[in-house]
């Protein structure tokens, strides 16, 4: 079972309408012939319902790839083009922290110098916070956004008086906790130190320097040439968060202070460009885009980020730690997502205009597209002790899955297939449409874990989308047997059996 409780039973619903949504919108015309990345990130959109979408690729130096699909705005059927601007969000903390560091170059800025040094009137609990600590999220600071409370320019001066008043979170450095106020104290520095407004320095020191004009900083109540409109498919009922069947509308406002945490608004094709500059020495030295590129380490000497995938946080970019195609990887609003893999010379852009797209989530897919060892089919992403059984299985089929792991098992002891990361790789295998291998590999949960209650429900699950109540329902009361509080089992169990008694 995966986190979504209704998984199973809305799946077909839910690809039923986003075909219907995407068959009856309208699409840009005039774009190149259609290749298979296109065809990739059509399906994307259907699956998560996004109305619009730019795409750039960097390769050696070169944009190689720019895609524009689907709609900037929906009430009015206007096509996403290669100018269409998007806003950034929390991707404009990477471009901070480019600026941070050509302070640093310049000699004005020490990252490892308490704040307090350049800033003065900050709270005494304030004063030990390093630069490269706001940078990194690893402050301890109270939040000025606390749950992403609604912070405007008519209620900035009191939010700002209220934040100081409240203590640290944690010992600086103890913990990796995201929050604005990082950012904010990061704008005031920039202020300070370059002797003129962030967004300035921003515009004069990467911007003209690049030649990004589809680039400024803003919020919805700026008027933008060319500004994709913003929409979700969350609400909010009696405080409780919903998720609608319809796309509504969603206003972003970013505060002038607050612009340095998200302020900015651009093109895939701009950004690109950017990645270019900076990769190429044209925007820092390069010791120090190594600097930037380096993951802030807590004072127990490990690394922390948002998720299993950004596993850590640099100078203003989240970064993916692992043994092949490391990342740099800003993210923002759940709607955009820039990676940059410095080992590949190669970088990725993808904005939509989706709150909730997170394409953070498929970006390593697209790479897949031009470098062969990174497609799923070749089990990139996949846990070591995996890669190699699904190898084995693409030889002697995934009908020998128990025997397989048997095999390994006895031929290493210490071989070792981890629960929910066989779950995962099941799933991934449905996302690939294969689902004949997806069904051998929750059996061999099953077999590996027969006391846990999760690997029913996904067998359940699997079973009932290829229509076997019979079987589906057999899983489900076992499921349902070992965690009575299966909501899922047991309202499949009650419609399956409401539907045979009639």
Same mark, same amino acid.
């Given at each position: 079972?995966?986190?979504?409780?209704?998984?199973?039973?809305?799946?077909?619903?839910?690809?039923?309408?986003? !075909?219907?949504?995407?068959?009856?919108?309208?699409?840009?015309?005039? +774009?190149?012939?259609?290749?298979?990345?296109?065809?990739?990130?059509?399906?994307?959109?259907?699956?998560?319902?996004?109305?619009?979408?730019?795409?750039?690729?960097?390769?050696?130096?070169?944009?190689?790839?720019?895609?524009?699909?689907?709609?900037?705005?929906?009430?009015?059927?206007?096509?996403?083009?290669? +100018?269409?601007?998007?806003?950034?969000?929390?991707?404009?903390?990477?471009? !901070?922290?480019?600026? *941070?560091?050509?302070?640093?170059?310049?000699?004005?800025?020490?990252?490892?110098?308490?704040?307090?040094?350049?800033?003065?009137?900050?709270?005494?609990?304030?004063?030990?916070?390093?630069?490269?600590?706001?940078?990194?999220?690893?402050?301890?600071?109270?939040?000025?956004?606390?749950?992403?409370?609604? !912070?405007?320019?008519?209620?900035?001066?009191? #939010?700002?008086?209220?934040?100081?008043?409240?203590?640290?979170?944690?010992?600086?450095?103890?913990?990796?906790?995201?929050?604005?106020?990082?950012?904010?104290?990061?704008?005031?520095?920039?202020?300070?130190?370059?002797?003129?407004?962030?967004?300035?320095?921003?515009?004069?020191?990467?911007?003209?320097?690049?030649?990004?004009?589809?680039?400024?900083?803003?919020?919805?109540?700026?008027?933008?040439?060319?500004?994709?409109?913003?929409?979700?498919?969350?609400?909010?009922?009696?405080?409780?968060?919903?998720?609608?069947?319809?796309?509504?509308?969603?206003?972003?406002?970013?505060?002038?202070?607050?612009?340095?945490?998200?302020?900015?608004?651009?093109?895939?094709?701009?950004?690109?460009?950017?990645?270019? #500059?900076?990769?190429?020495?044209?925007?820092?030295?390069?010791?120090?885009?190594?600097?930037?590129?380096?993951?802030?380490?807590?004072?127990?000497?490990?690394?922390?980020?948002?998720?299993?995938?950004?596993?850590?946080?640099?100078?203003?970019?989240?970064?993916?730690?692992?043994?092949?195609?490391?990342?740099?990887?800003?993210?923002?609003?759940?709607?955009?997502?820039?990676?940059?893999?410095?080992?590949?010379?190669?970088?990725?852009? *993808?904005?939509?205009?989706?709150?909730?797209?997170?394409?953070?989530?498929?970006?390593?897919?697209?790479?897949?597209?031009?470098?062969?060892?990174?497609?799923? #089919?070749?089990?990139?992403?996949?846990?070591?002790?995996?890669?190699?059984?699904?190898?084995?299985?693409?030889?002697?089929?995934?009908?020998?899955?128990?025997?397989?792991?048997?095999?390994?098992?006895?031929?290493?002891?210490?071989?070792?297939?981890?629960?929910?990361?066989?779950?995962?790789?099941?799933?991934?295998?449905?996302?690939?449409?294969?689902?004949?291998?997806?069904?051998?590999?929750?059996?061999?949960?099953?077999?590996?874990?027969?006391?846990?209650?999760?690997?029913?429900?996904?067998?359940?699950?699997?079973?009932?989308?290829?229509?076997?109540?019979?079987?589906?329902?057999?899983?489900?009361?076992?499921?349902?047997?070992?965690?009575?509080?299966?909501?899922?089992?047991?309202?499949?169990?009650?419609?399956?059996?409401?539907?045979?008694?009639?």
């Amino acid at each position: 079972m995966k986190t979504s409780t209704f998984r199973g039973l809305s799946y077909r619903l839910t690809t039923l309408l986003c !075909v219907l949504l995407w068959s009856f919108g309208p699409i840009a015309a005039a +774009q190149a012939p259609a290749d298979a990345l296109d065809t990739f990130l059509k399906a994307k959109m259907q699956e998560r319902r996004i109305p619009g979408l730019q795409l750039a690729v960097v390769r050696q130096g070169k944009v190689v790839k720019l895609g524009q699909y689907g709609l900037a705005n929906l009430q009015d059927s206007v096509p996403v083009t290669r +100018q269409s601007r998007f806003f950034l969000n929390s991707i404009t903390k990477a471009f !901070v922290g480019v600026a *941070v560091m050509q302070l640093v170059e310049a000699g004005k800025l020490d990252l490892a110098a308490p704040a307090s040094r350049y800033l003065t009137g900050l709270p005494a609990a304030w004063h030990p916070v390093t630069v490269r600590q706001l940078l990194t999220h690893t402050s301890g600071l109270p939040d000025i956004m606390p749950e992403d409370e609604m !912070v405007t320019e008519g209620n900035f001066g009191a #939010a700002w008086a209220k934040v100081q008043t409240q203590p640290l979170a944690f010992a600086p450095g103890a913990q990796f906790a995201y929050n604005q106020t990082n950012y904010l104290l990061l704008g005031q520095l920039i202020d300070q130190l370059s002797g003129q407004p962030f967004a300035r320095f921003i515009q004069e020191r990467q911007l003209n320097v690049v030649g990004m004009p589809r680039t400024t900083s803003g919020d919805a109540h700026d008027v933008l040439p060319n500004a994709a409109r913003g929409y979700t498919y969350a609400h909010y009922v009696d405080g409780q968060r919903r998720r609608s069947s319809q796309p509504r509308n969603l206003f972003e406002v970013f505060p002038p202070m607050l612009r340095t945490a998200a302020g900015m608004s651009s093109s895939a094709e701009d950004v690109a460009h950017w990645l270019v #500059a900076l990769q190429q020495g044209k925007l820092l030295q390069p010791n120090s885009l190594v600097e930037l590129r380096t993951p802030g380490v807590l004072t127990n000497g490990t690394q922390r980020g948002f998720s299993k995938l950004l596993n850590g946080y640099a100078l203003g970019w989240p970064t993916i730690n692992r043994s092949e195609h490391p990342a740099m990887a800003a993210v923002g609003g759940g709607r955009s997502a820039v990676f940059l893999y410095p080992q590949d010379d190669m970088a990725i852009v *993808v904005l939509t205009n989706l709150q909730g797209a997170n394409p953070e989530s498929f970006v390593d897919e697209i790479a897949g597209f031009y470098l062969p060892d990174m497609r799923a #089919a070749a089990g990139f992403g996949l846990p070591p002790a995996i890669r190699t059984l699904q190898a084995d299985l693409r030889q002697r089929g995934f009908d020998k899955a128990v025997e397989a792991a048997k095999q390994a098992k006895k031929n290493d002891p210490s071989f070792h297939l981890a629960e929910d990361e066989v779950n995962a790789w099941g799933y991934t295998l449905l996302q690939q449409k294969q689902m004949k291998d997806a069904l051998q590999v929750f059996k061999l949960n099953v077999s590996l874990y027969p006391g846990s209650a999760n690997t029913y429900d996904s067998l359940a699950e699997l079973y009932a989308e290829l229509g076997d109540t019979a079987l589906a329902r057999k899983n489900y009361q076992r499921a349902l047997a070992l965690n009575p509080k299966n909501t899922t089992a047991a309202q499949y169990l009650q419609i399956t059996g409401s539907k045979a008694k009639n």
